[in-house]
């Protein structure tokens, strides 16, 4: 850059701008009228705000992240209970929810994998595969022929019977 720069041409902006001058002493009724409402209503309000904010802040509630408590099984029902009935049917469809999204996880695992190894997939992904398999096997043996309207009472008569299945091939191979 030249040293004999043509300070006419490029002429700097002031530092500072000067304010205003009033051309009359009466106030204006603009800034009156913003105080009173700062004032009268933004105010009161702000500060009822602000009052309900920290009485929120001191217990939170995450409602993405409830809790249920567990309770009991539909086995462990009484006869004719019929809110331990529905409590355990509630349970129920949560947990298969659960196991719906944990096998979707692990078919999502299993794809990025694949598709970060590319040909090399069945060597390096073969832990995935094998979590997979086991763990759509274990969804299978628990929800597996229950159909769309399965419910806590047929998946726990299909476990009874599963159980009752294995005993006899034990005894079976026993004998």
């Given amino acids: ?6 300070w006419e041409a490029y002429k700097v902006p002031p530092t500072r701008t000067p304010a205003p001058e009033r051309a009359t002493a009466v106030p204006n009724p603009v800034t009156i009228l913003q105080t009173v409402f700062n004032y009268v209503v ?3 309000v702000t ?3 602000e009052w309900i904010e920290r009485q929120r802040a001191k217990n939170k509630f995450y409602y993405y992240h409830q809790k249920f408590r567990r309770v009991p099984d539909m086995s462990e029902c009484l006869e004719g209970d019929y809110l331990c009935f529905f409590e355990a049917e509630a349970q129920w469809r949560r947990d298969r929810m659960v196991d719906q999204e944990i096998v979707e996880i692990i078919r999502e ?3 990025a994998c694949k598709m970060r190894e590319g040909p090399n ?3 390096n992904c073969a832990k995935e595969m094998e979590q997979l398999a086991q ?3 274990a969804y299978q043996d628990r929800y597996g022929d229950l159909g769309v309207h399965g ?3 047929t998946c726990l008569m299909k476990q009874k019977h599963r159980m009752m299945e294995e005993r006899k091939a034990q005894a079976n191979a026993s004998q």
């Avoid at 850059?1 to 043509?6: G, L």
């Fill in 135 to 137: 763990v759509t096997k």
């Fill in 151 to 153: 419910n806590a009472r």
């Fill in 47 to 49: 500060f009822v705000r």
């Fill in 121 to 123: 997939e069945f060597q």
């Fill in 42 to 44: 933004d105010a009161p």
């Fill in 109 to 111: 695992r299993l794809g």
């Fill in 1 to 6: 850059m030249p040293e004999d720069s043509d």
